[in-house]
């Protein structure tokens, strides 16, 4: 089978190879992989690994070999599914407890667009419930994350503000559900109940001056890589408010996985969630689409079709 490997030394930073076949545990299925996505932390993991690795956590295919325990979807199921690493592949190895069934209406570049992105976004928003009629902010509007949140956030009653870099970043963001659009956290005006911040550097300093009374601040990206200086004095007006650290692998208990990808899974079939691809290219076009997603210049999310 063929694989995208690490290639530090190489032409490119990725490069096409043939690689053995995943061996599975029994708890785990072989899935053929049809669409992965990428994410910001993937292209960090690409760098900062050695030559021969193979990257990808969000992965769309069919169930090729059910899992030996007799768990998950069975043979010839289309799927998606989180993984830790090895989902850049033709055949990748998955948890049964990691996946969720496709039903028909749901494209594999959709559904790849939900493990990690879609239970960041869905599992930082539980950190504001009940969202009916709160101010949410959300920083890195028009990102992977971002797109997918707006949108979770209004269905669940949230009067969203979305922050954008730059103005045209900004299409599309209130057809999502997004009440507000600003170009910057600094315009941003009033209090928020619940803020997910993402950028790092000043815009977490400015999110935890934007927080109310018993709000909630979510860090869950430094995208700037910029470190932030806060002090007491910012929680000034904003008694017993939080912040809160995310991991989308840590937030939940391994078995809720599955419940998750799932719940993600149907609100887009019943057409209530729409992935924002902004880019939907061959894995052979990674070097293309990874530099577009570095600078910016994606919105919503990468895909790479495994073709
Ligand atoms: N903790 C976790 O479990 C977890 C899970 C998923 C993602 N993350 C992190 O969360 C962040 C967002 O993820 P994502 O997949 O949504 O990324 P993405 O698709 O690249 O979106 C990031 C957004 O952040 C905005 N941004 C603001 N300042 C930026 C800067 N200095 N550099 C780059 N982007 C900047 C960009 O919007 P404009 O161009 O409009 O400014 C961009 O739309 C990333 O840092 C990622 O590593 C963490």
Do not use: C
Not at 150 to 157: D, F, I, K, M, P
Not at 175 to 203: N, P, Q, T
């Amino acid at each position: 089978m063929l694989g995208l490997v690490t290639t530090p030394e190489g032409k490119a930073p990725m490069e096409l190879r043939e690689l053995p076949e995943p061996q599975l545990r029994r708890n785990e299925a072989l899935i053929a992989v049809h669409a992965v996505s990428l994410n910001r932390g993937e292209l960090r993991s690409v760098r900062n690994n050695g030559e021969g690795w193979v990257p990808g956590q969000d992965v769309a295919g069919v169930v090729l070999q059910q899992a030996a325990d007799g768990n998950g979807p069975p043979m010839g199921a289309r799927v998606v599914s989180l993984t830790d690493e090895f989902g850049w592949a033709q055949h990748v190895a998955v948890a049964s407890h990691r996946m969720a069934a496709l039903p028909d209406n749901v494209g594999f570049a959709q559904a790849s667009t939900l493990p990690v992105a879609g239970l960041t976004a869905l599992r930082t928003l539980r950190h504001g419930a009940p969202l009916l009629g709160k101010r949410v902010l959300i920083t890195g509007a028009a990102g992977g994350v971002g797109t997918l949140a707006v949108q979770l956030a209004a269905r669940s009653g949230a009067r969203v503000t979305a922050v954008v870099g730059r103005a045209e970043r900004a299409a599309g963001l209130k057809e999502l559900g997004a009440l507000e659009v600003v170009e910057g956290i600094a315009r941003a005006d009033g209090k928020f109940g619940l803020i997910l911040e993402s950028a790092g550097g000043s815009s977490l300093a400015q999110a935890i001056k934007l927080v109310e009374r018993k709000g909630t601040v979510v860090v869950y990206g430094n995208s700037s890589g910029e470190p932030t200086t806060i002090s007491f004095a910012d929680f000034r007006g904003a008694p017993n408010s939080r912040v809160q650290s995310f991991s989308y692998f840590y937030s939940e208990a391994e078995d809720q996985f599955a419940p998750d990808l799932a719940l993600l899974v149907s609100l887009i079939a019943d057409g209530s969630l729409k992935p924002q691809i902004g880019v939907e290219r061959s894995w052979r076009d990674f070097a293309t689409v990874a530099e577009q997603l570095r600078d910016r210049r994606i919105g919503g999310k990468a895909v790479l079709m495994v073709d």
